[in-house]
């Protein structure tokens, strides 16, 4: 289960070691989790036509976080409740189907917390960050409106701000 951590003295979040990567590859969902629950970390698994950069995944890391110190969280845990931002959606439900990978797609995007050697090729799976990069069209499938002159990431990063308003 995941905890969130608090410096002493000040209240602040302290953010767990996460990495964020694309990578590709044969193994299927259950044994990608099963791999880096056994290395002693959490994984969140996506979708990565519904992740528009690592900002986009990061910043629902952190309000996911302060949702929790806040007492405002929907879920039980950080983990999903980083997935309701990162999809921002208001229902755990739909949040979950929005963002976890299709069946029998062989990409994926990873949130890797706690892991310091990720070995990937253990389970034969390789990196492909530039699964991760932001378009517009990655943003319509999150259901985020594009207005001229902002970009793709500063509207998503919007939109997951958003659901801290949504959730009142």
Not at 13 to 21: C, H, S, T, Y
Not at 89 to 113: H, T, V, W, Y
Not at 135 to 153: D, F, I, P
């Amino acid at each position: 289960m995941y905890g969130v951590q608090l410096e002493k003295n000040t209240g602040l979040i302290q953010m767990r070691n996460v990495k964020i990567i694309g990578m590709s590859g044969d193994t299927d969902y259950d044994s990608i989790l099963n791999h880096f629950i056994g290395l002693g970390g959490d994984v969140i698994l996506l979708d990565p036509d519904m992740v528009c950069g690592k900002g986009h995944l990061v910043s629902a890391v952190m309000h996911a976080e302060r949702a929790f110190k806040n007492g405002t969280n929907r879920s039980k845990n950080v983990l999903t409740e980083t997935i309701l931002y990162a999809a921002g959606e208001r229902q755990i439900s739909k949040a979950l189907e929005k963002m976890r990978p299709k069946k029998g797609r062989k990409e994926m995007a990873a949130m890797i917390f706690d892991v310091n050697d990720i070995l990937l090729d253990k389970i034969g799976m390789e990196r492909h960050d530039e699964l991760l990069n932001a378009s517009e069209e990655k943003a319509r499938n999150l259901g985020v409106e594009m207005y001229e002159g902002v970009s793709v990431e500063d509207a998503v990063l919007e939109h997951v701000a958003l659901l801290d308003l949504m959730k009142q």
